[in-house]
């Protein structure tokens, strides 16, 4: 159920097995000097563009379209005009080892990227990282929380740690005993073990943990055993159907508690189906959602609103990712690469890769900045950088995974999303198992 | 023993919303001898009918009886000017299976590009909750237990007591036979083919009403266990089908009690399975051919 769902096994079985022969068969070459580079760098959005999940990819060309313009103003990186292109997984892992394949064996002065999603991340990363191109994996899989590729990178919030966030605001608001309503889908049960350990540990009791089917015509029976249990919040995420059929038959039986979802239940779907069955009023009273925060505010955020909202045919309506946390996270990755690339003095990814961590930890007496620009000058003026993104602040562990901030948000009547509370990385980090 | 008792309650919901649609489906089977896997996108396509008519102020009642008539209307439509070219055409059992999930395909991207990708509700209500011995049920349930009660009750009725019903039996016996006999088997499929659509109209609505929330795929997702009901009870069978849809009904509530809610369909398609492997003809079905011999 994530915003990135993970594809079918047998393909994604496939897909793996192909990286892994084909990245077996690859040579790998280092050395010490770095490459020479000519001309303008690529950075790809290796991404959905068609398929069902064609909205990712249009979702990250926008950051790394702004982020290019940006450097480019800037006079480039080390003298390198920069540009972004689209590389089309199809969300599928048999389209996206081809794809990733060709991209690697025929994009020049290819140099970074964002991507890719959870669709295909798990066939493609291996590849990826063997080619020595740093990549920013818009996937939440847990899979990647302690991945050990040296080019892999997540600005993304884990999926798991959206359980942690929900715990961490239920608790906040008073709930002690907590309901756990999720489809049986892989996806949706990925949040279940963070939730149930991390609401336990802040002392609150799990009296019901129901592994819900799919789309059934009735959940009577399953409510009438989450009523039995006196909960005083339910934490959920199931498709828009099964939620609207479970929570209107609650209603019917019971009337309404308080409920507690994920990300893919704050998409509007969802709420259409919800709101439709137990009227959108009521989802108003009831409901939070915990999604990755990206604040859309802040110098960084400003520096990379305006340049998109100034992007002109480039992005075709520019203001729909205004407010966008992947958009802005996928802008964020390629300003740190630029940064990255003129802290090392060179835009050979074997090198500047390194280097990225430290774009954005520079430790004490580290300069604050906000911008390609600011960045790069203080990295001239033999300055260490914290850059703090149009996301946010990032913190990069040792896995080169930031764990980021969640944000609460409600359902309006008229459906959109206001905000409610933020749960910090730091309140994540100290349930984190 | 109180949640078990409501479980049952339960199931019995289910069971007249799966014994509505699996009689109409095994109804039109029994007659026409074509596997319509596209019944689930016509109980859509119905919804969406009682949808248009109740967003205009329409009580869901009177909504459910246009829902009735367009199934009954728009299924004739589909075999005479489909289904019934392959069959003239002497297409096989098996290719009439693929031509029935074309056609699921195609209702259902008709009502995707017509109705958009997204989540409709009636505007209806619940109604007060009544208590019979530890189970629940609203107003609106005893509506749909009500109505599946009067349409079995009628197709049991049409069945057995009237010519039509008999001219029903014969062409589903030995179409030859029957048309040899001096009965109009092209009229008696057509009226199949309107009763079951009725009865996949009203299974369409009631099985909203129950889900509270219904899209394009709706009536397809429910379409396994109508399927399984009409398979249990003896495929062709509409007093088969019945029991089929109690047993599935039931057992697959009572199993999200006892069990786990994640076994639910398990057990159900468990005892699917099972039943087939003692009676691979189907619960009903050896009874209902004594009767006929008899007859």
Redesign the interface.
């Known amino acids: 159920m994530s915003d990135r769902a993970a594809p079918g096994g047998v393909k994604l079985a496939l897909g793996v097995l192909a990286a892994v022969v084909l990245a077996a068969c690859g040579t790998s070459t280092s050395s010490a000097t770095p490459k020479t580079y000519t001309g303008t760098l690529t950075f790809a959005s290796f991404n959905p563009f068609t398929g069902p999940d064609a909205s990712f990819g249009p979702e990250m060309q926008a950051g790394c379209v702004v982020a290019a313009h940006l450097i480019n103003k800037s006079g480039g990186v080390l003298g390198h005009q920069v540009q972004c292109v689209t590389v089309d997984t199809r969300g599928d892992p048999a389209d996206a080892v081809p794809a990733a394949e060709k991209m690697l064996a025929t994009t020049p002065n290819l140099v970074g990227m964002n991507g890719p999603s959870s669709d295909e991340a798990l066939a493609t990363v291996p590849l990826i990282d063997r080619a020595h191109v740093p990549m920013f994996g818009d996937t939440g899989q847990a899979a990647f929380d302690k991945s050990t590729y040296k080019y892999f990178w997540r600005l993304t919030p884990p999926d798991d740690a959206a359980g942690i966030a929900m715990a961490v605001y239920a608790y906040r608001k008073g709930y002690r005993r907590g309901a756990a309503v999720f489809g ?1 889908d892989l996806s949706s049960q990925g949040n279940v073990p963070n939730l149930l350990s991390a609401f336990k540990k802040l002392g609150g009791q799990i009296v019901a943990n ?4 799919l ?8 409510v ?2 989450v009523i ?1 249990a006196k909960p005083d919040v339910m934490f959920t995420e199931a498709d ?2 099964t939620d ?2 479970y929570l ?2 609650l209603q ?2 019971n009337g309404l508690i308080p409920v507690v979802g994920t990300q893919p239940t704050v998409q ?2 969802w709420g ?3 709101g ?3 009227g959108k009023d009521n989802l108003a009273k009831i409901y939070a959602g915990a999604q990755p925060y990206a604040p859309s505010q802040g110098p960084a955020w400003q520096v990379f609103n305006t340049e998109l909202l100034a992007s002109g045919s480039d992005i075709p309506q520019p203001d729909q990712w205004s407010q966008d946390p992947y958009t802005q996270t996928d802008y964020d990755a390629v300003i740190m690469m630029a940064l990255a690339m003129v802290a090392a003095g060179t835009p050979d990814p074997t090198f500047y890769n390194e280097h990225i961590a430290e774009v954005v930890s520079g430790g004490s007496g580290a300069v604050e900045v906000h911008s390609f620009q600011e960045g790069r000058d203080a990295l001239k003026a033999g300055k260490k950088i914290n850059y703090v993104g149009a996301g946010g602040p990032i913190s990069l562990d040792k896995y080169h995974n930031s764990a980021g901030a969640f944000e609460i948000v409600g359902y309006a009547p008229d459906g959109s999303n206001p905000h409610i509370d933020v749960v910090s990385a730091a309140d994540i980090a100290k349930l984190a198992a | 023993m109180s ?1 078990l008792s ?2 049952v309650g ?2 019995l ?2 069971a007249s ?1 799966l014994s509505i649609a699996a009689v109409g489906f095994t109804l039109q089977f029994s007659v026409t001898n074509i596997l319509n896997l596209a019944y689930g996108d016509i109980m859509t396509a119905c919804a969406f009918a009682a949808y248009l008519v109740n967003r205009l102020g329409v009580n869901i009642w009177i909504s459910l009886v246009v829902a009735a008539l367009f199934g009954a209307v728009f299924s004739m439509l589909l075999n005479r000017f489909v289904y019934f070219q392959f069959v003239r055409r002497g297409t096989r059992l098996f290719g009439m299976i693929i031509v029935t999930i074309a056609m699921s395909l195609v209702i259902q991207n008709v009502l995707l590009a017509i109705f958009r ?5 009636y505007h209806t209500s ?1 109604g007060a ?1 009544y208590h019979f011995g530890g189970m ?1 049920f ?1 107003a609106s349930q005893l509506g749909i237990m009500g109505i599946a009660v009067v349409a079995m009750l009628g197709v049991h009725l049409i069945s057995t007591r009237t010519k039509l019903g008999k001219a029903m039996r014969a062409t589903a016996t030995n179409p030859g036979l029957a048309r040899s006999c001096g009965i109009a088997t092209d009229q008696v499929i057509d009226v199949a083919w309107l009763l079951s659509g009725a009865l996949c109209g009203v299974a369409g609505v009631v ?1 909203v009403l ?6 394009e795929v ?1 009536g397809a ?2 379409l396994v266990p109508v399927i399984a009901a009409a398979i249990l009870g003896g495929i062709g069978q509409p007093y088969g089908a019945m029991l089929g849809a109690l047993t599935i009904g039931v057992a ?3 199993a ?2 006892v069990i ?3 076994y ?2 398990v057990v159900a398609f468990g005892i699917l399975i099972l039943v087939l492997l003692v009676r691979p003809q189907g619960i009903l079905s050896e009874v209902a051919s004594a009767k006929e011999v008899a007859a």
């Open positions: 049986n129901q592994q819900v089917a789309d059934q015509s009735s959940y009577r029976s399953e009438e055993s039995a828009p159907q609207a059929a209107s038959q019917q039986l509007p779907p259409q189906a919800v439709g069955a137990i | 949640q409501a479980a339960f199931g919901i289910t919303i990708p997204t989540f409709f509700s619940p909750s629940i609203t099985l129950n889900t509270a929330t219904f899209s709706t997702t429910f697959g509530e009572v999200a009690t786990s809610p994640s639910k369909d």
